[in-house]
């Protein structure tokens, strides 16, 4: 594990007991994942906050005038620790962290499904029911279109991956037909 996925798991533990202590976990996600998602879609947001050249003081000013409307001081306090430390291209890994911790504590994990086609409400409540029976958690479906797979589909929780892919069954098929040869 390399040194700043350590330390962004650190900040999500201590990010989310503060969340679970004001009973806002669920709120300060959301806050996390839109914040992290503006910096990271935000090309000069980013240039911003690595410039050397500009004050950790000003960085952190122009996330709270950015973002204080729209997330919590725990969320934005955790931000500007971040930015303090230098650590403010761990965004993404903060997030993720504080996921993966959020999940944890609370029987709930994220499931990344790609499909060669979008998948409708109902099909995602079904694979989340049939995957939440299968693990035994709360399971929250994320869908990735990649045509690439043919048909079916492929879920992704953790550190399993589950292919149905048209694409995975045909390389299975060929690895097979290669081996009895």
């Known amino acids: 594990m390399s040194r700043g996925t350590v330390a962004a798991k650190r900040y999500a533990k201590a990010l989310f007991q503060l969340a679970q202590e004001q009973g806002v976990t669920a ?9 992290v998602t503006a910096v990271e879609q935000d ?11 500009i004050t950790t003081e000003n ?4 996330i709270r005038a950015a973002f204080g409307d729209q997330a919590s001081p725990i969320v934005l306090n955790t931000i500007s620790l971040l930015i303090e430390r230098g650590r403010q291209g761990e965004l993404a890994s903060l997030l993720e962290a504080y996921r993966q911790v959020s999940g944890s504590a609370l029987g709930r994990t994220d499931a990344l499904v790609t499909s060669a086609k979008p998948l409708s409400e109902q099909e ?6 049939r995957f939440g029976e299968l693990i035994g958690k709360t399971v929250r479906v994320e869908n990735i279109v ?8 492929t879920v992704r929780i953790g550190d399993t991956l589950y292919d149905g892919s048209l694409r995975g069954k045909l390389d299975r098929l060929s690895k097979q037909l290669q081996t009895s040869v």
Do not use: C, M, V, W
């Not at 240039?47 to 050249?53: K, N, T």
């Not at 960085?59 to 122009?62: F, G, N, R, S, Y």
């Not at 990649?146 to 079916?152: A, P, Q, T």
């Open 27 to 35: 709120e300060a996600e959301s806050q996390l994942t839109a914040l």
């Open 43 to 53: 090309a000069e947001i980013r240039a911003f906050l690595a410039a050397p050249g």
């Open 59 to 62: 960085k952190i000013q122009a």
């Open 124 to 129: 995602r409540d079904r694979l989340a029911a």
């Open 146 to 153: 990649d045509s690439s797979i043919l048909g079916g589909l």
